[in-house]
């Protein structure tokens, strides 16, 4: 979308960002969930990104590291979320900008790959793929399609294992 600037999230852009989250989400757990993980040893600052339209913060996407834990040992990756773009501004490849913006900046910092939990038909526009390819699961109550991959580096999943979730995002799931 012409237009869109995405960007690292700075200190001013905190209170838009969780109002981008509580409009995107119509409640305030996605934005209970970013305040959680900034705090927590799973926050990477480079991985929280706004992106601003005419001034305005206008979507937010958050990956933060998790640990995957296979048989043949544990490896860091990312789990993305929350992702929202404000009601009035989605369909207008906002949120697009911002997965592709992630991918690129994920890649550069050498993680592995990423797992997300989300309408799998959106992200496999990006070339994420059923994270059962990888034998990835995840400890959450949602249906396996649901749980969708994205290999950054080959072999970055390794033989596959179980996400380790930060409480704060499983606690997500018992709402
Ligand atoms: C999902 C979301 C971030 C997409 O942002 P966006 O800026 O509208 O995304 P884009 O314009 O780049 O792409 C839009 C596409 O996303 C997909 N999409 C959007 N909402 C969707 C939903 N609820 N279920 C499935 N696909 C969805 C559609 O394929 C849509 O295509 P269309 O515009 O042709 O209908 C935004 O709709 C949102 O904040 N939703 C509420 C919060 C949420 O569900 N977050 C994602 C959790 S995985």
Redesign the pocket.
């Known amino acids: 979308m012409d237009g869109v600037i995405v960007r690292q999230e700075t200190a001013e852009d905190i209170r838009a960002i969780d109002v981008v989250n509580i409009s995107?989400?119509q409640g305030e757990d996605e934005a209970q969930l970013v305040t959680e993980l900034r705090m927590s040893a799973a926050f990477i600052p480079e991985l929280s990104l706004v992106a601003e339209v005419n001034g305005r913060i206008v979507?937010h996407v958050l990956l933060f590291s998790v640990t995957l834990v296979g048989e043949a040992g544990e490896a860091r990756i990312l789990a993305l979320?929350?992702?929202?773009?404000v009601p009035s501004?989605?369909?207008?490849?906002?949120?697009?900008?911002l997965v592709r913006a992630a991918l690129t900046k994920a890649g550069s910092l050498g993680y592995g790959g990423i797992v997300?939990?989300?309408?799998p038909?959106?992200y496999k526009r990006f070339g994420f793929k059923p994270a059962s390819e990888w034998n990835i699961t995840c400890a959450v109550p949602v249906g396996a399609d649901a749980v969708t991959a994205y290999e950054l580096v080959k072999g970055g999943f390794k033989a596959g294992g179980a996400v380790r979730y930060p409480q704060a995002f499983i606690d997500l799931f018992k709402k």
């Open positions: 995107a989400f979507g979320a929350p992702m929202g773009v501004q989605s369909h207008r490849g906002i949120g697009s900008a997300v939990i989300g309408h038909d959106f």
